[in-house]
């Protein structure tokens, strides 16, 4: 899998399959993220909930497959290999937006299953239609228990998972760390319950945040492939 993904790519041939088919999923997924968000700007909250939640879901399922393959830190590893510009312009320009991106990402990842989990409290269905709830939205004790053990139980088949594959200590701990990160979100729900006490409210708020978000990671997203592959790729021979 990791040699196919390695072939010359189909949108420049300076690029990787791999690399061409991250960026392109990039654009569709925030794409559709943002016309869900406009959706939800217009009033249509049942499509905006059915959209995003596939689009959601699908990232993630797309992000944890596609990395897994490629292993964790491959877009360090391909600017370093892949980088033929000046050395000024790799530490000065190329690590920071690259640092910048993966942060990005880390964060969406974060606030994707939390935004999932909050937008079906924030909202229920009536006569066939999602809309968001009015008042005070508070948390179930019970609820977050629940959750805790279905985090626990993940990420232990996680680690069998990655044991039986064969994948580093290195490997392991960087997924307890995702998985350690979302408990800690999960966590400051109290929080963020005496800030936005209101559910409708705190709900259009942070999705407007995690919009932007998916925004900025389209950005930076570009500028990495640019920068690798199109302004300073390696030349041959």
């Given at each position: 899998?990791?040699?196919?993904?390695?072939?010359?790519?189909?949108?420049?041939?300076?690029?990787?399959?791999?690399?061409?088919?991250?960026?392109?999923?990039?654009?569709?997924?925030?794409?559709?993220?943002?016309?869900?968000?406009?959706q939800?700007?217009k009033?249509?909250?049942?499509?905006?909930?059915?959209?995003?939640?596939?689009?959601?879901?699908?990232?993630?399922?797309y992000?944890?497959?596609?990395?897994?393959?490629?292993s964790?830190?491959?877009?360090?590893?391909?600017?370093?290999?892949?980088?033929?510009?000046?050395?000024?312009?790799?530490?000065?320009?190329?690590?920071?937006?690259?640092?910048?991106?993966?942060?990005?990402?880390?964060?969406?990842?974060?606030?994707?299953?939390?935004?999932?989990?909050?937008?079906?409290?924030?909202?229920?269905?009536?006569?066939?239609?999602?809309?968001?709830?009015?008042?005070?939205?508070?948390?179930?004790?019970?609820?977050?228990k629940?959750?805790?053990?279905?985090?626990?139980?993940?990420?232990?088949?996680?680690?069998?998972?990655?044991?039986?594959?064969?994948?580093?200590?290195?490997?392991?701990?960087?997924?307890?760390?995702?998985?350690?990160?979302?408990?800690?979100?999960?966590?400051?729900?109290?929080?963020?319950?005496k800030?936005?006490?209101?559910?409708?409210?705190?709900?259009?708020?942070?999705?407007?945040?995690?919009?932007?978000?998916?925004?900025?990671?389209?950005?930076?997203?570009?500028?990495?492939?640019?920068?690798?592959?199109?302004f300073?790729?390696?030349?041959?021979?």
């Amino acid at each position: 899998m990791k040699e196919t993904l390695a072939k010359p790519g189909f949108l420049i041939s300076t690029s990787t399959l791999g690399a061409d088919l991250s960026y392109l999923l990039a654009v569709i997924f925030t794409g559709l993220f943002l016309f869900a968000w406009w959706q939800a700007k217009k009033g249509d909250g049942t499509r905006h909930h059915k959209l995003i939640l596939v689009s959601m879901v699908s990232m993630v399922v797309y992000f944890i497959g596609y990395y897994y393959t490629r292993s964790l830190g491959v877009l360090s590893l391909e600017g370093k290999e892949g980088f033929g510009g000046p050395e000024s312009i790799y530490n000065n320009v190329f690590i920071p937006i690259l640092t910048i991106h993966l942060v990005l990402v880390t964060l969406g990842l974060i606030l994707t299953p939390y935004m999932i989990i909050e937008g079906f409290r924030a909202s229920k269905k009536v006569n066939g239609k999602w809309t968001l709830q009015t008042g005070i939205l508070k948390a179930n004790p019970a609820r977050f228990k629940r959750i805790y053990i279905w985090l626990l139980t993940i990420w232990a088949g996680l680690q069998v998972v990655l044991m039986a594959a064969g994948k580093s200590i290195g490997s392991m701990i960087a997924y307890f760390l995702i998985f350690l990160t979302i408990a800690l979100v999960i966590s400051i729900e109290k929080l963020i319950e005496k800030l936005l006490p209101e559910g409708d409210r705190r709900h259009r708020m942070l999705g407007r945040g995690t919009m932007i978000l998916f925004a900025l990671i389209l950005v930076t997203s570009t500028a990495t492939y640019l920068l690798l592959y199109v302004f300073y790729p390696v030349r041959a021979g």
